[in-house]
């Protein structure tokens, strides 16, 4: 099982970034998929989820309004369109995935947000 992370990179405050993550392996239909993200010297926060199969979405307080997160299921896909970016989300972000536990991790995407 692999997460590919991409779509990181440097923006401006208050500019948009989307992140990619494409999960190869297995299907991940009866899974959910989540998005995490660690700064520097703090530890992994969750940051948005969603289940492949009632389309549920989660996300943390410090992203909602802010943050979307969407998959497609035909290419077993998880997006995360980021707007309204902020310098406090600089971190690196991860994609997991799992049924019960989060159990599958990608290498992470590295986001930086300029003020």
């Known amino acids: 099982v692999q997460l590919q992370a991409s779509g990181g990179g440097l923006v401006q405050a208050r500019g948009s970034l989307r992140l990619s993550c494409a999960a190869s392996?297995?299907?991940?239909?009866?899974?959910?998929m989540g998005w995490f993200r660690q700064a520097p010297g703090k530890e992994r926060e969750f940051v948005a989820g969603?289940?492949?199969?009632?389309?549920?979405?989660y996300y943390a307080d410090s992203v909602k309004g802010r943050f979307t997160i969407s998959g497609d299921v035909a290419k077993n896909t998880v997006y995360l369109q980021m707007n309204s970016l902020k310098p406090e989300d600089t971190a690196v972000y991860y994609c997991?995935?799992?049924?019960?536990?989060?159990?599958?991790w990608g290498q992470g995407t590295l986001v930086t947000v300029s003020s």
């Open positions: 997991a995935a799992g049924s019960g536990r989060y159990d599958f």
């Open positions: 969603i289940s492949w199969s009632g389309g549920s979405t």
């Open positions: 392996g297995r299907t991940f239909r009866n899974y959910k």
